[in-house]
């Protein structure tokens, strides 16, 4: 029985970052278990890595690493947690996250809040005997006087406990995070973190929020770094028309509204790779049909993590089904061979 919807009116009584603490001490009391059978079909290789599908947890959801081992059960073929920076650090004021109901988005500007790289990994260390993938999501604290170094510091302390690393240079909520994107920085971070020589595929996650000719840009630039994989996108700082009364509220959005900018982002830059580097789908994902549309534009992996706060945990699963349902009355085998075909 789906219990989410009758669940949802008192979660929602709640404001947005007390409902999803709650939500994490609840998964915490979960036992973890086997994850539910997939169809073959699914299964998908990318960066030498074994996906059982390619429906996985984008980070955000679990910052700290607390509940990984439950998003797993819960049916999703990959989690990324995370971000995690090299100290603990608070984020911005509270309040900084805002559900958009109307309009079934959220607006966050957490600002990398976390327990510290050493907290998560201790509790990633407790999950090495799955294997499962986990995958972690590094940034830079906001107050570094090198932001550079503590990508390295963190790809080099993280790597022993995740399957693949997340350099996460597109949150709009650390004051010039994002102008790590721009050419001499980018080149500058990836050289770095290609220097520390870990053994680990490194993925990069860009922002949707791009300039004419940056999708070239990043791309060459991930090549030639051997970038394993490319993220998009993050939130945008754009706002299309909305509905709620926390529209103006500042920070970063996600969930629906931002679907049309997430799908054009990845589109963009499927136009720019032609397929040389593997992307991963993320923004305003929440059915099965929107899986399959970001899979078809270019994407072998999607993420998703506002579509929960509607829609349950549950809904890994659900779209699990419907993709294996839309791949059996396709006219390809599996969900690597529908990749980028609309492209």
């Not at 973890?32 to 299964?43: F, M, R």
């Not at 009364?245 to 509204?257: N, Q, T, V």
Request: aromatic share 6%.
């Amino acid at each position: 029985m789906h219990l989410y919807p009758f669940l949802r009116p008192f979660a929602f009584a709640l404001d947005a970052e007390t409902a999803h603490r709650a939500t994490i001490a609840a998964l915490k009391l979960m036992p973890t278990h086997a994850p539910p059978p997939v169809p073959a079909s699914l299964h998908t290789r990318v960066a030498g890595l074994d996906f059982p599908s390619p429906v996985g947890l984008a980070a955000g959801f679990d910052k700290n690493a607390e509940v990984p081992e439950q998003m797993l059960s819960l049916g999703f073929g990959f989690v990324e947690v995370g971000t995690v920076t090299p100290l603990p650090q608070a984020g911005n004021p509270r309040p900084r996250v805002f559900r958009l109901a109307e309009d079934r988005g959220v607006i966050n500007r957490l600002g990398f809040n976390n327990d510290g790289q050493p907290a998560a990994f201790g509790r990633l260390r407790e999950c090495a005997h799955r294997s499962e993938i986990i995958g972690v999501n590094v940034g830079a604290n906001k107050d570094s006087a090198d932001r550079i170094a503590d990508y390295v510091r963190g790809v080099r302390a993280m790597a022993p406990v995740a399957r693949y690393m997340t350099i996460n240079i597109s949150s709009p909520n650390t004051p010039g995070l994002r102008g790590l994107q721009d050419q001499g920085a980018l080149e500058d971070l990836l050289a770095a973190v290609r220097a520390v020589g870990v053994r680990k595929p490194i993925f990069l996650k860009v922002a949707p929020d791009f300039a004419p000719g940056d999708p070239e840009r990043i791309v060459r630039a991930a090549i030639d770094h051997k970038i394993a994989a490319l993220i998009v996108g993050n939130t945008t700082l754009s706002r299309p028309p909305l509905k709620s009364r926390f529209a103006r509220e500042e920070g970063g959005l996600s969930g629906r509204p931002l679907k049309p900018l997430a799908l054009e982002a990845l589109r963009a830059f499927r136009a720019a790779s032609g397929g040389e580097i593997p992307l991963v789908g993320v923004g305003g994902i929440a059915t099965a049909e929107d899986a399959w549309e970001r899979i078809c534009a270019g994407a072998s992996l999607i993420q998703l993590y506002s579509a929960m706060v509607y829609e349950g945990p549950r809904i890994a699963q659900r779209i699990v089904r419907g993709l294996a349902a839309r791949l059996r009355v396709s006219e390809f085998a599996t969900i690597a061979d529908a990749v980028g075909t609309s492209a």
